[in-house]
């Protein structure tokens, strides 16, 4: 099967949320060029300080660590680099920032929780490179097209990626971390003799280059038009290592994604001057290039830039001495391919993949091949039929493949391991030239997946919904679950009964396929309903779904349609509500099953019959990622961000304004720290003018907050799912969305 990353869900969020002053635009802000220090941090579980942070004025910081939902994976890791210290690994992804990996706890930890929500952009890394001599010297590209007004910036860190600084490059070269050709590269080269000299590629803007650890930087003139048509621009960069002399390296070689021209260029002087590389093929686009250690540079070419396009369907491996630029064909097939390893210690000994393939692998699925040589590309021997798969761990995963293969590293310091990144995570094996090399999965800590929903149902799993891979039961957050068996691709709603909490609905699919799904027995079998309820015939996906406090009504509000309908016989037949129309998120009563609620653009409505009938009764902002939620075990109190947050205790009739909060974006209630005290409140916002947008959290009904969040941990935002949820099972413990962290979670210190 055929995964796609989710090329964004881009949530139209308000140019005004409230009055004071607070907005939730995707703005970029006005961060200039230079040595603008961003302090955070590479553990995964850090704990926030009792200091308070972002300017607060005053409101009392909490003391929470925080961590991820364990899935186990889900996303495309873009790049995975293998450096000279023994067990220090880097990876990139597309939307999920760049993840480091710990040896002694044998897990990754993202080095991006202290991104912003204003900069949430630069958690899709476009290139990452590191000092050959001191890998503690950590450059990466990032920025997102669709996010932060396109900010680009070039992160830098000497400290393992435990603290950044930034320089901001958007008015030089432009970054797109989830765009077409995000699998090529690096567009970061490290000059292996001096860690501070620094090349940089844009989709536009061409190459820059920084002598100062990338603090300031200097246009280079390739004398050739470098942005591309098919906007990838500049894909790949490589420095000969052997070129100059003790102070630097002279030769550096740059290809830009494109066919029927010059794609190929050198120079030799620093980057001073560029000429074409006259030979280079110019049918085929470079996806990139390793030097092999014996004066030669290994490329592999594709039909397309990738990771995925219909007609990559042909491409190869080549060689390039660069001692007179001529090439050598070593085609392992005439196929896409996306990387090659070379063993450091005897260059004749290579493992090539292929990129967007799908031919069967070892657990039944399908996925990309993968050639060994060990004659240098004079023959090669075709490894999917003798290689082994396993879970390593995350059971999960034996229902999925290694696909989108477009970056792959050799560990120096363990010539038998190689790791292959793949659209759900990464892959390693520890034997590869083998007989019969085992690869087994390596992505634990790597938590890259867009979520839309989570619910912790009181005594009982945790549930989800993500992109890509449907989504998650788990029995904790600590613990990998499994994947929801009805395996449906992206999900984006989700729901269960209050109070016959093992039926659970949940909504996605596409244009193709229906997408809507129940469950009567916590999902242990899920139906696909095929019934379209759009009057049109057409099939309904998307949106967002409900279920009554008895289980016995579901709803839906396609994202496809502007309506909301329900069903009382499990999806055979469909009934389209009046008076809610343009209403798309929606809860139903705890407690009362005649009472449904729904929002959308900052209108509410409810209804009093089952959701047979909806009335609108304000308007207050048009935040349209506003989820209202419900009181547990409470009939007719709703809680709605809007113009700050909004709380009804009369089903939705009439609501009164937290004077507490000056702004709220999402909120989400969570267990009482005993039963009897009341549920906690937990939001996205600010409880004053001039504290910082972040999470809070009050136990005592809104009336007082702390803040949960600080500078060094804001994961971007609660990004496209915008919620946050409280554990109904833990005290203290709350989730939130992300664009690309997967589910963060955090845990009050008692």
Known sequence: MKYRKITAVILAVATAICAAGCNGNDNSGTSSSGDATSSGSGDSS?????????????????????????????????????????????????????YRYNKDTQKWESMSYDISEEDRGLLGIEGLAFGEKDPNKVYMLAGTEYFSNGKTCLLYSDDYGKTWNRTELTDMITAHGNGMGRGN????????????????????????????????????DMGTKTTTSNGNGI???????????????????????????????????????????ADAPKELY???????????????YASAEGPWNNNRIDGGVRTLNIADDTFTEINPAKKSFGDVVIDPSNPDRMVACTENIYVPQPNGQFGDEFYVTTDGGKSWTLLNDKMKMSSGGVEWITTASMHWCSSMAIDPNNTNKIMVVSGNGVFTCDNIW???????????????????????????????????????????????????????????????????????????????AAGFWYTLDAGKKWVNVTVSPLESGNVAYGGYVAVSADGKRFFWAPGNDSSIYYSDDQGKTWTKSEGGVGSKKIICDPVNPDYVYAASGGAFFYSEDGGKTFTQNMTLSVFTAARPVVAPGKEGVVYYPSMGLQVSTDNGKTFTRLDSLAACMAVGLGKGKTDSDPYTIFVWGKPKNDDSIGLYWSEDEGKTWSKVSDDQHQFGGPGNGYFVVGDMNKYGRVYMSTVGLGIVYGDLVQ
């Open 46 to 98: 850090m704990t926030s300080d009792n200091t308070t942070s972002g300017g607060n004025s005053g409101t009392a910081q909490a003391q929470f660590t925080f961590s991820q939902v364990a899935m186990g994976g889900g996303g495309f890791v873009s790049g995975v680099f293998a450096t000279s210290e023994q067990g220090l690994y880097y990876a990139r992804t597309d939307v999920g920032g760049a």
């Open 185 to 220: 590269g690096e567009r970061i080269a490290v000059d292996p003799k001096n860690s501070d000299i620094v090349y940089v590629g844009g989709r536009t803007g061409g190459i820059i280059k920084s002598t100062d650890g990338g603090k300031t930087f200097t246009a280079l």
């Open 235 to 277: 894909c790949s960069i490589i420095i000969d290592p052997k070129s100059g002399d003790d102070s630097a390296c002279t030769t550096i070689y740059a290809a830009v994604s494109r066919t029927k021209e010059e794609n190929l260029y050198k120079s030799t002087d620093g980057g001073a001057t560029w000429k074409p590389v």
């Open 434 to 512: 083998d007989e019969s090399p085992e690869f087994y999965f390596f992505s634990k800590g790597i938590e890259e997946t867009v979520p839309y929903d989570i619910i912790s149902i009181p005594g009982g799993k945790l549930v989800s919904v993500i992109g890509d891979y449907d989504g998650f039961v788990q029995d904790s957050a600590e613990e990998y679950g499994m994947v929801h068996n009805s395996v449906a691709g992206s999900m984006s709603g989700l729901a269960v009964a209050a109070k016959a909490t093992d039926i659970w609905v949940k909504c996605g699919g596409s244009e193709s």
């Open 286 to 300: 470079t996806q990139r290039m390793k030097y092999n250690g014996d004066g030669k540079i290994v490329i592999t």
